[in-house]
Nanobody
Framework: QVQLVESGGGLVQAGGSLRLSCAVS????????LGWFRQAPGKEREFVAA????????YYVDSVKGRFTISMDNVKNTLYLQMNSLKPEDTAVYYC??????????????????WGQGTQVTVSS
């Protein structure tokens, strides 16, 4: 059974930092492309960042470039999202997701097969 479990969310002031983790079980992440998405109230789920199965390629939405860093630890089978210089508009529930390598575009939620339950990130102004 595949499980993705996010942690690390919370309440932080604007300009602060958080590190999200996504612990994966039931699959080996170095055979999967991985992504982070977020969903704010009343809005659609949007792409934040993705990392290819080898860890060599990373992708970011323009609004987080230079502030967020996606990474993976194959030994711990865990995905991370380091978020710095947080802004109130980053407030959302953050989800991690996985898809077998070589699939469709990583920018779209429909491309992913497995999802975590989400972790809330709230940035106060």
């Amino acid at each position: 059974q595949v499980q993705l479990v996010e942690s690390g969310g919370g309440l932080v002031q604007a300009g602060g930092s958080l590190r999200l983790s996504c612990a994966v079980s039931g699959l080996t992440i170095n055979n999967y492309d991985l992504g982070w998405f977020r969903q704010a109230p009343g809005k659609e789920r949007e792409f934040v960042a993705a990392i290819g199965w080898s860890g060599a390629n990373t992708y970011y939405v323009d609004s987080v470039k230079g502030r967020f860093t996606i990474s993976m630890d194959n030994v711990k089978n865990t995905l991370y999202l380091q978020m710095n210089s947080l802004k109130p508009e980053d407030t959302a529930v953050y989800y991690c997701a996985a898809v077998k390598k070589g699939g469709e575009s990583l920018y779209y939620p429909r491309s992913y097969d497995y999802w975590g339950q989400g972790t809330q990130v709230t940035v106060s102004s």
